[in-house]
């Protein structure tokens, strides 16, 4: 088994000395670099799988040597090292995607680690896939830390018991477009709400804290990921929304009538229907030739996108997804959706949730609702179907139940 290979960049050897030692006890191979260029005479020399590099530093700062490293070594994975004065420097360098993730410095001995485990278990996945992909997933920019809005939230409602729902309204609507989409869902007649929300405050209240972050991470992906997006035949962007919106709908109804489920399963149900596709907005976004081949593929061959997908690109947008999922810590329920949304019973996780979105996924395309690429409906399994309590005689009424809730 060939050792993975680290490199540090940092000018003060105070901090490399720490990190040796740290370290020194952990299987990995570790260059250390007093500065950028001692690290490129590094990096021409050694397969390096990830570059750990401090921001401020003489001659040739970490942003600098970072993005020459995007550009001439893109498959390598690269983590920032940052003190609080260096943030809004590395703001816009994460923007750009020279790292795809940042550390405090100094940084949590604990949390070095796990961030360093899982950074290099991602790329021993990739790497059993094609080198293609890794490139492709670490060049991505859009792997960045997800927006300001999302991480403020995120760090509010991680101390929900001790911040108020006004100091997080306050946040939220710092965001336009955010707070234009809370308001719309906390209004909807989905949510049961009979008079007008005009407040953020009030849509909090209504909506519920698993509700607003859900919202608030589709909100951001979809931004992120959707923007300059090439067309492509036969896979509508618009239409595509309406889908992943009908299957978040549609999985939250099927948990809600299931007495004996977990409530909050039922909000985590509508944000995995939201977001269980995306690893086909990455693909259309970063993959866009061979996305159009294999979508051109399904359409020729009247078969699931996600079987082109792996006749073309050798992976599907599930396992694409995932590894997104896990670049952005996104919940482990969402993890197991994306990953595991055509195939259930692989999962051994999560399941009401992502056998909910499953349903809903094959119900939704059952019904017409949208599109997805795929231009062959799903077999819905009947073990499923009696799961969830689902006759046929029940899916006109399901329907039009779901199209009222999206209007």
Same mark, same amino acid.
């Given at each position: 088994?060939?050792?993975? *290979?680290?490199?540090?960049?940092?000018?003060?050897?105070?901090?490399?000395?720490?990190?040796?030692?740290?370290?020194?006890?952990?299987?990995?191979?570790?260059?250390?670099?007093?500065?950028?260029?001692?690290?490129?005479?590094?990096?021409?020399?050694?397969?390096?799988?990830?570059?750990?590099?401090?921001?401020?530093?003489?001659?040739?700062?970490?942003?600098?040597?970072?993005?020459?490293?995007?550009? /001439?070594?893109?498959?390598?994975?690269?983590?920032?090292?940052?003190? $609080?004065?260096?943030?809004?420097?590395?703001?816009?360098?994460?923007?750009?995607?020279?790292?795809?993730?940042?550390?405090?410095?100094?940084?949590?001995?604990?949390?070095?680690?796990?961030?360093?485990?899982?950074?290099?278990?991602?790329?021993?996945?990739?790497?059993?896939?094609? *080198?293609?992909?890794?490139?492709?997933?670490?060049?991505?920019?859009?792997?960045?830390?997800?927006?300001? *809005?999302?991480?403020?939230?995120?760090?509010?409602?991680?101390?929900?018991?001790?911040?108020?729902?006004?100091?997080?309204?306050?946040?939220?609507?710092?965001?336009?477009?955010?707070?234009?989409?809370?308001? /719309?869902?906390?209004?909807?007649?989905?949510?049961?709400?009979?008079?007008?929300?005009?407040?953020?405050?009030?849509?909090?209240?209504?909506?519920?804290?698993?509700?607003?972050?859900?919202?608030?991470?589709?909100?951001?992906?979809?931004?992120?990921?959707?923007?300059?997006?090439?067309?492509?035949?036969?896979?509508?962007?618009?239409?595509?929304?309406?889908?992943?919106?009908?299957?978040?709908?549609?999985?939250?109804?099927?948990?809600?009538?299931?007495? $004996?489920?977990?409530?909050?399963?039922?909000?985590?149900?509508?944000?995995?229907?939201?977001?269980?596709?995306?690893?086909?907005?990455?693909?259309?976004?970063?993959?866009?030739?061979?996305?159009?081949?294999?979508?051109?593929?399904?359409?020729?061959?009247?078969?699931?996108?996600?079987?082109?997908?792996?006749?073309?690109?050798?992976?599907? $947008?599930?396992?694409?997804? /995932?590894?997104?999922?896990?670049?952005?810590?996104?919940?482990?329920?969402?993890?197991?959706?994306?990953?595991?949304?055509?195939?259930?019973?692989?999962?051994?996780?999560?399941?009401?949730?992502?056998?909910?979105?499953?349903?809903?996924?094959?119900?939704?395309?059952?019904?017409?609702?949208?599109?997805?690429?795929?231009?062959?409906?799903?077999?819905?399994?009947?073990?499923?179907?009696?799961?969830?309590?689902?006759?046929?005689?029940?899916?006109?009424?399901?329907?039009?139940?779901?199209?009222?809730?999206?209007?």
């Amino acid at each position: 088994m060939l050792m993975n *290979t680290i490199l540090f960049v940092d000018d003060e050897q105070n901090i490399l000395s720490f990190l040796k030692r740290l370290l020194h006890n952990e299987p990995w191979k570790l260059f250390f670099a007093g500065g950028g260029q001692e690290g490129f005479d590094i990096l021409d020399k050694e397969e390096v799988d990830l570059v750990i590099s401090d921001v401020q530093m003489p001659e040739m700062d970490g942003i600098v040597f970072m993005r020459q490293v995007k550009e /001439r070594y893109p498959h390598i994975v690269r983590i920032f090292m940052s003190g $609080h004065a260096d943030r809004s420097a590395v703001a816009k360098a994460l923007s750009e995607g020279c790292a795809q993730q940042i550390l405090s410095k100094p940084c949590n001995e604990a949390e070095l680690k796990e961030v360093i485990h899982d950074a290099l278990q991602q790329t021993a996945e990739l790497k059993k896939k094609n *080198t293609g992909l890794q490139k492709v997933i670490n060049s991505l920019s859009s792997l960045s830390p997800m927006p300001e *809005t999302y991480l403020e939230i995120k760090k509010c409602l991680s101390h929900i018991n001790t911040v108020s729902t006004e100091c997080l309204a306050e946040i939220i609507e710092q965001d336009a477009s955010v707070s234009a989409e809370l308001l /719309r869902w906390a209004n909807s007649s989905f949510f049961g709400q009979m008079h007008k929300v005009d407040t953020i405050e009030r849509a909090l209240m209504i909506l519920g804290m698993d509700i607003i972050e859900g919202l608030i991470l589709s909100h951001a992906v979809f931004g992120q990921l959707s923007s300059d997006q090439q067309k492509v035949q036969g896979f509508s962007l618009k239409a595509f929304q309406t889908h992943s919106l009908a299957c978040a709908i549609l999985s939250k109804l099927l948990v809600t009538k299931l007495a $004996h489920m977990d409530p909050k399963d039922a909000d985590r149900a509508f944000t995995a229907g939201l977001l269980h596709d995306v690893g086909k907005l990455v693909e259309q976004r970063y993959l866009t030739e061979k996305f159009i081949v294999a979508v051109d593929a399904a359409h020729e061959n009247k078969t699931l996108l996600v079987d082109a997908e792996y006749q073309i690109l050798e992976t599907t $947008h599930e396992e694409i997804g /995932r590894h997104l999922a896990e670049w952005w810590s996104m919940p482990s329920f969402l993890v197991n959706t994306i990953r595991w949304h055509h195939n259930p019973k692989m999962c051994k996780a999560d399941q009401p949730v992502v056998q909910a979105v499953h349903m809903a996924d094959v119900l939704v395309q059952k019904f017409g609702i949208g599109e997805s690429g795929n231009f062959r409906v799903p077999i819905a399994d009947k073990a499923y179907m009696e799961f969830f309590e689902i006759l046929e005689e029940d899916l006109p009424s399901i329907k039009e139940a779901v199209i009222y809730y999206l209007s």
